[in-house]
């Protein structure tokens, strides 16, 4: 059974600090989502991917499959970064839906 | 921007009463998922639905959930006969091909009481 697990599960930084957020997996994947949550609930795409490394502004995503390991980084975080950043990926061997982290809650201070 | 929309956004209802869980997917879109939150707990998938029929449901989908896909467009969930453990965020989501990037909706909260 996948299982996946982020770290840390909670992180308070200053404004303009370069953020990391890690993703661990424990089985062979097709390809893994990084997903943005804020308070009211609703749930972004931010990534998919599933080798090597993705950017889209502020935000960059990477992702090693050999090590069964991902990461999101943050650049210059700004207080409206502040939400819940969730992992989650597709298991392959037949399994259609995502198995979810349990994600970081992320709080940027002004 | 195409987008996934779910209705309603808040459901109150009690226990032991039907509900249904209503979602227009990406019109372009194959793949339709199920996935709720508990409170304070992370995202589970519950069920995809491809070429009209469920393809995949896990062990929380028993028999007192069911999907459809009524006409075409609209994506819904019911839950038969609600429990107080019902209680949580449901989302909806889409994805053009099988394991591609999912597109969500902003979730029903359900409160049963």
């Known amino acids: 059974k996948n299982e996946v697990e982020q770290s840390p599960q909670n992180l308070t930084a200053q404004e303009g600090e370069f953020i990391t957020i890690n993703c661990s997996y424990s089985v062979g994947i097709s390809a893994l989502h990084w997903l943005q949550q804020h308070p009211g609930g609703g749930i972004v795409s931010l990534f998919m991917?599933?080798?090597g490394k993705k950017k889209h502004g502020r935000l960059i995503a990477t992702i090693n499959i050999q090590e069964k390991h991902s990461s999101l980084h943050i650049t210059a975080s700004h207080p409206r970064d502040s939400a819940v950043y969730i992992c989650?990926?597709?298991?392959?061997?037949?399994?259609?839906?995502?198995?979810f982290g349990k994600g970081t809650h992320l709080i940027i201070q002004p | 921007e195409p987008e996934v929309t779910q209705t309603p956004s808040h459901q109150v209802t009690q226990m032991g009463q039907e509900v249904i869980l209503r979602c227009v997917p990406i019109?372009?879109?194959?793949?339709f998922y199920w996935y709720r939150q508990i409170l304070g707990q992370k995202v589970e998938f519950l069920v995809s639905?491809?070429?009209?029929?469920?393809?995949?449901k896990s062990e929380i989908f028993d028999d007192q959930f069911s999907v459809e896909r009524p006409d075409g467009s609209n994506f819904t969930l019911k839950i038969r006969s609600t429990k107080l453990e019902d209680s949580a965020m449901y989302f909806c989501a889409s994805a053009g091909h099988r394991n591609t990037e999912a597109f969500f909706g902003q979730g029903t909260r359900l409160t049963v009481v």
């Open positions: 019109s372009n879109h194959l793949y």
């Open positions: 989650a990926d597709y298991s392959g061997g037949g399994a259609d839906g995502l198995t």
């Open positions: 991917l599933s080798s």
């Open positions: 639905f491809y070429n009209n029929e469920i393809s995949e």
